[in-house]
């Protein structure tokens, strides 16, 4: 019983795969927005490069990006496209009030740096619309997508990553911040908020060659 | 007036003793330099270590706004005592060398004289600041580029977006020579009361620390005098580098986060310039000039 189910889920995520197989390689355009308590960043003009099978990099044109340490290059590309795991049926679940298939995927392969992801398929139009992803040194991320025009391909308008934040505090002889402790009501303001990455994105190139020194 | 202050910039700059000052500011921002040219990176790891656990950045961290912005946080501090040098020496090195009274011959009153006087040693003082400010920043962006400006702050971490930046230099320049000019509007008026130029001097340079001792220690005691020392005030040239956020903690571009304490503390040391001045002009005028 169990492996008929799991058969049934294997046959959603093959869909699912089978649309993003459609993209070899992109190029997109896109605006990247930093929330996290303690950092207070501007938001910034991003490209993002992808290549089959698991090569990505976002730049941020003229400035420093600051992302979630393995996070943001955890894209449903590498999770949905590898071979080597057991998709597992986890019940039904509505995602940004779209009804979901919530699927399990539990890789074979012991040294995959993925423990365990969470799919929430939308099975009419075979999009991933959120996926929780457990990893070995980057820890859990949360990951929703929004589509519009280039749904067909699998390629999300809005993806935010979710994630947890440490704590942070330098040492006053670091910083050379003698002048008290003096915190901003901003910086109350967002305290207890969990890390959150916002991409946009506004143009995708699909498919028409990505130079593979743009990884380096 | 106008006389009086060319002749003052004149004896300023015609003393080998000027030039200690630009040769120590050169000699010091081109070691911090080298040693970030060469080593920078390993310096950025050690100031990111508590982030990169968690983040990645991309980009030029280690670029000329931020060598500038390290620069002044170890210069600034240090300056005071360079600009002591010759504002101690202002009234008492003409007593020292005699030439007090005779310059006092001149049919100019004696608060024209001093004004002379304090203006020239201003002058000095700002062209100071123009020396760091072209080392500092001018050469720093040239030896290592542009980019965001990434700072660290004890609780919080600021991203400035780079043509955000240089008109925040400006801001942070002009309140440093704020804070300069109220050193040298104390030596001067320290000058007034020694023979020699070495007493005012040295007394300029210990208050400058006994006051930044007592302006940086987080002792309850200190902190609640804090607040009435200038030296408190002289560093917050860096609240030029703090940004606003909305709701959503997105940088709110061209804002700064406390501008009233920027005002604030402007505010006091110009008090503290036009105090210092005053009264040495009122000591001089009552004073009988005898060397």
Redesign the interface.
Known sequence: MITAFSQDMMGLVNKVRAKLDQVNDYVAEGSLKTEVSFIKAPMGKVKVYFKKPDKFKLKKEGGISILPRGGVSINLSSIATTNNFAAIAAGESIVDGIQTKVVKLLPTDENSEIILSTLYIDELNQLVRKAVTTTKENGTYEITMTYGKYSNFGLPDKVVFNFNTKDYKLPKGVTLEFDGDEKSSDFDKLKNRKGKVEIKYTSYIVNMGVNDNVFN | MWKLLQIELYKIFHRPRTYISFAAITALIGVIQLGLKMDGEAYIDF?MS????????????LNGYFVCYIIL??LLIHVPLLIALIAGDMISGEANMGTLRLLLTKPVSKTEFMLAKFFAASTYTFLLLVWIAILALADSIFLFGT??L?L???????????H?VFWRYIGAFCFAFLSMLTVTALGFFLSNFAENSIGPIVATMSIIIVFTIL????IPLF?KI?PYLFT?HM??W?EFF????D?????I?GSI??SQKIFNSALILLLHIVGFVSAAIFVFKKRDVLS
């Open positions: 100031l508590n982030l990169k656990d968690t983040f990645e950045f991309d980009g030029k961290i946080q170890l980019d965001d990434l660290q702050k004890t609780l919080y971490v600021v991203q400035i977006d780079r955000d302006s940086t220690m987080t902190q804090q408190t560093v917050n860096k703090d940004e606003k956020v709701a959503q903690n997105v940088v571009k986060q406390n």
